[in-house]
């Protein structure tokens, strides 16, 4: 299966400021990645569809000015949570697949803690 | 009502017991699923993958998909306390995944 690396594994950031969260496919090259966000004790929601070279997807209810997503090359996609607020704590995780309906495989996550 | 409904457990067996772990979804469109194993605080680990009705087996896992009813189901043969984790069914539909709530297992030694 593919190899996804994710940094920082974990991030404590004071309220009001950005953190940027990196996510690389090791070892092939990916032209879509998904972010996720996992509350605790809760599943993955899906946030957006990173696209390469375009413009990202949100889903429903995801603020795309909040949460700006990167996808400059084929082997990394960049989460960037703005103006950070309490709220926005939780698990961040970024996926890969080798193509539609294939299988997904993830990277170790992100625990993002607001202050 | 949850397009994938999963029970969240948590679910205690004793390690070497047979443990068996379902997902319902309400969505005929899903073709492809899928169980993933999450430690806690790390990224969802891929046990296995289907495309049809029918059984895979893989090790002490089987993984069991029932499209007529709407059931998945994955099997822990030989329970282990390394097998004590979350686990996650999730189906694809156009690439995304759709994500059941997880259970959470515990393999008592």
């Known amino acids: 299966g593919a190899v996804v690396s994710q940094h920082p594994s974990r991030v404590i950031c004071k309220s009001g400021t950005s953190v940027k969260i990196e996510c690389r496919s090791l070892d092939f090259q990916a032209t879509t990645m998904f972010w996720y966000r996992q509350f605790p004790k809760q599943s993955l929601m899906l946030m957006a569809t990173s696209n390469e070279g375009s413009k990202a997807t949100y889903e429903q209810g995801v603020e795309k000015d909040k949460f700006l997503i990167n996808h400059a090359s084929l082997t990394l996609s960049t989460l960037t949570v703005t103006s950070a607020h309490p709220e926005d704590s939780s698990f961040y995780i970024c996926?890969?697949?080798?193509?539609?309906?294939?299988?997904?495989?993830f990277g170790q996550g992100t625990r993002l803690t607001v202050v | 009502q949850k397009e994938v409904e999963q029970d969240p457990g948590p679910l205690s067996v004793p390690e070497g017991a047979i443990v068996s772990l379902n997902c319902t979804y309400s969505n005929s469109a899903f073709q492809y699923f899928m169980w993933y194993r999450q430690y806690s605080r790390k990224g969802p680990e891929l046990l296995m993958y289907t495309y049809s009705s029918g059984n895979k087996e893989d090790g002490r896992f089987t993984a069991q998909v029932d499209k007529s009813s709407k059931y998945i189901s994955l099997f822990i043969r030989d329970s282990q306390p390394s097998d004590s984790a979350t686990y996650l069914c999730?189906?694809?539909?156009?690439?995304?995944?759709?994500f059941g709530q997880g259970t959470e297992l515990s393999v008592k030694p």
């Open positions: 996926s890969v697949g080798q193509g539609p309906n294939t299988e997904a495989f």
């Open positions: 999730a189906m694809s539909e156009g690439g995304k995944l759709i």
